[in-house]
């Protein structure tokens, strides 16, 4: 297993109090797999540096996580279909 760290921009047409439940939901195949969620942060909405699919603000969540290869594939396969899902970026920390 690797640590990863996952940043997700969610559109903000979806409401705030929603965003926790999309976020579980999704991370519902890592834990399904074995893996183990650390860290999931809730950042907020902010502005972003430009727009994505004509948004020019998003919710950020930031989620650490431990987990195989294939299952992150999957995971970011399965958030980059979903429309309430606007970015999504993998990040692998303990990469060299």
Do not use: C, W
């Not at 890592?30 to 994505?52: E, F, H, P, Q, W």
């Not at 299952?71 to 970026?89: A, F, G, P, S």
């Amino acid at each position: 297993m690797r640590k990863y760290e996952i940043m997700v921009i969610v559109d903000p047409d979806v409401d705030d109090r929603q965003v926790p439940a999309l976020i579980e939901n999704h991370l519902k195949v890592i834990t399904g797999a074995g893996g183990k969620v650390d860290n999931i942060d809730m950042m907020g909405r902010s502005r972003l540096a430009y727009d994505i699919k004509k948004k020019s603000e998003g919710f950020r969540v930031v989620v650490n996580l431990d987990a195989e290869s294939a299952t992150i594939k999957e995971l970011d396969r399965r958030m980059t279909i979903d429309e309430k899902v606007l970015r999504t970026k993998v990040f692998r920390l303990d990469a060299k």
